[in-house]
């Protein structure tokens, strides 16, 4: 069973910057590259938000406006890793982060939708202190 596990979130005041860090592990039957991923993040009681996919060949997707400018996912096949620069944080980017890779996927034009993607991990908090 493909194995997606995030880290690096944390406590960060207002203006800070965090790194989150997702590895890809248990991959048996294809290869990183195969795999579109994707950032997204949610708050108790709304809907899981997307950050931002990459696939590989390709350009990440477009971000939400509420973190455009601030946010840059980063893949690195390398190491099965995919990253999430995160700047200038608000506390409205105060949620659980999860990643989540989507076999085949292409980041077409419904890359936000969760039923995409087959593997998730467990998420990683971060909470921004104004």
């Known amino acids: 069973q493909v194995q997606v596990v995030e880290s690096g979130g944390g406590l960060v005041q207002a203006g800070g910057s965090l790194r989150l860090s997702c590895t890809v592990s248990r991959l048996t039957t294809a290869n990183f590259a195969s795999y579109a991923m994707a950032w997204f993040r949610q708050v108790p009681g709304k809907e899981r938000e997307g950050i931002s996919c990459?696939?590989?060949?390709?350009?990440?997707?477009d971000r939400p406006d509420s973190v455009k400018g601030r946010f840059t996912i980063v893949r690195d096949n390398a190491n099965n890793a995919v990253y999430l620069q995160m700047d200038s944080l608000k506390p409205e980017d105060t949620a659980t982060y999860y990643c989540a890779a989507n076999f085949g996927g292409l980041c077409g034009a419904l890359w936000y939708a969760t039923y995409q993607y087959q593997h998730w991990g467990q998420g990683t908090q971060v909470t921004v202190s104004s």
């Open positions: 990459v696939r590989w060949p390709g350009r990440p997707t």
